[in-house]
């Protein structure tokens, strides 16, 4: 597990798994699928990105792909460049939510959207055939864009539609975990009238906490919004894809509610398609029916979410991670855009996050992995969608079942010999019983 390669790209050990030398050839069979073309190339501020960056650059430069450097940047700013710009591609070096330990790939395409399946399989063919482009002549100079941040948070701020003035000077705590969102956020946050405290603001890549923004890793923020007498708590992952949320009382309220808040107030204006994944919260669903629109589930992984939008023509996407999409801005899950979806619904509704929240249903998730050789794990999904045929269940990615009280959806991890089952319902006693249900008919 020490070395992770995936449709969303590579993940490893800093000097151990994740070597210099691995990281120029998926470079180098990325640039040779991209055929020599205009490539973004950013990176969070894990201390090992710079030497990350400087193989990857040389992998693409050997492949005749021109590169632009962002240095330091959030993921969905490169999404959101690719796009202004008419880049081929980009590459965010992040280990994303991972511990300091690990760095990694992101690859992203024309559309700035992560790879699908085949190209994924193309870079990993490309790479183990080292079938490299190889220049020998026209070597491209290497630019410089440092104002990508800047124009990404302009876009999003651009795209307010609430009337802020009812929200104008509230106190709100960003904690960056000293990674990408650093540079921007703060000055963003400003511009949309938020007085702001930034903890763990310095872009380091020295992570205060474990850097995933779950709640046992956010009491630094929670207290921080309790002694500021704060409206609201923002938790960014170190590439600021990801956005938790604490509300007034200092409570982290779940990252399930981050789509679901943003949901609300996109289809209170703009009432349309919403792409989820499988694994996403039933409050999604909620929101959508009280708007009259329609939730499209696809398969587990961002790229399939952003496919999911653009087939859909969906007004908003995400992950019950807190990875939300905003179609306008970029195919990336955007804290930026999460953040200012959420004041905006502060503002529009003269509500308090608690209060937001408690308008919501109430539901609890809980998640079970069972190991199971991975040749079985196809059969006892069947089975499931078998035994529950009369619920139609979804097989697009494992099976879901939708029950009256809750769902359950099974999977195969993607990189271990391990089912993964996660259940909602309105208590841990329906969830566990749902569990039960789908386990016993998967014969795990
Ligand atoms: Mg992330």
Redesign the pocket.
């Known amino acids: 597990m020490a070395l992770m390669v995936g449709v969303s790209g590579v993940r490893g050990l800093v000097g151990e798994t994740l070597t210099p030398q691995l990281v120029l050839e998926f470079a180098q069979a990325f640039g040779t699928l991209l055929g020599g073309g205009r490539v973004e190339l950013a990176r969070d501020t894990r201390p090992s990105g710079a030497m990350y960056a400087a193989a990857v650059e040389a992998g693409l430069l050997s492949t005749g792909c021109t590169v632009t450097r962002l240095d330091v940047a959030m993921?969905p700013t490169v999404g959101h460049a690719i796009v202004t710009g008419g880049y081929d591609g980009g590459v965010s070096i992040?280990a994303?939510?991972n511990p300091p330990p690990w760095n990694g790939l992101k690859f992203l395409d024309r559309r700035g959207l992560a790879p699908d399946p085949v190209f994924a399989a193309e870079i990993a063919r490309i790479r183990e055939q080292r079938a490299f482009r190889t220049i020998k002549s026209g070597f491209r100079p290497v630019a410089a864009d440092a104002d990508a941040g800047s124009r990404h948070a302009a876009a999003v701020l651009k795209a307010v539609e609430a009337d802020l003035k009812p929200i104008r000077g509230v106190r709100v705590v960003l904690d960056s975990v000293n990674g990408a969102g650093c540079l921007v956020s703060p000055s963003f946050l400003h511009e949309l009238g938020c007085e702001v405290i930034h903890i763990n603001g310095e872009p380091s890549g020295d992570f205060a906490h474990p850097p995933e923004p779950l709640a046992e890793n956010l009491t630094q923020l929670c207290d921080a919004v309790r002694k500021h007498g704060a409206a609201v708590g923002f938790a960014q992952?170190?590439?600021a894809?990801?956005l938790a949320i604490v509300d007034e009382t200092g409570r982290y309220i779940g990252e399930e509610y981050t789509l679901a808040l943003c949901g609300m107030f996109v289809l209170s204006r703009r009432p349309g398609a919403v792409a989820v994944n499988l694994s996403t919260s039933r409050l999604i669903d909620a929101i959508a029916e009280r708007h009259g629109t329609q939730v499209v589930r696809t398969a587990v992984g961002e790229a399939n979410v952003a496919r999911g939008i653009v087939e859909a023509g969906a007004v908003l996407g995400g992950e019950g991670n807190g990875g939300v999409i905003d179609p306008r801005i970029c195919l990336v899950r955007d804290s930026l855009s999460a953040m200012s979806l959420v004041l905006q619904l502060m503002a529009d509704t003269g509500r308090s996050i608690g209060q937001l929240v408690a308008e919501l249903p109430r539901y609890v998730m809980i998640k079970q992995k069972f190991e199971c050789p991975r040749e079985r794990i196809a059969a006892a999904a069947a089975a499931v969608a078998c035994e529950f045929a009369g619920l139609r269940p979804n097989t697009s990615d494992g099976t879901r079942v939708d029950f009256p009280e809750g769902w359950v959806h099974l999977r195969a991890s993607n990189t271990e010999p391990i089912v993964r089952i996660m259940a909602e319902a309105e208590s841990d006693a329906a969830a566990a019983q749902l569990v039960d249900r789908v386990r016993t008919a998967a014969g795990l």
Request: charged share 45%.
């Open positions: 993921t992040t994303s939510h992952d170190p590439d894809d990801r």
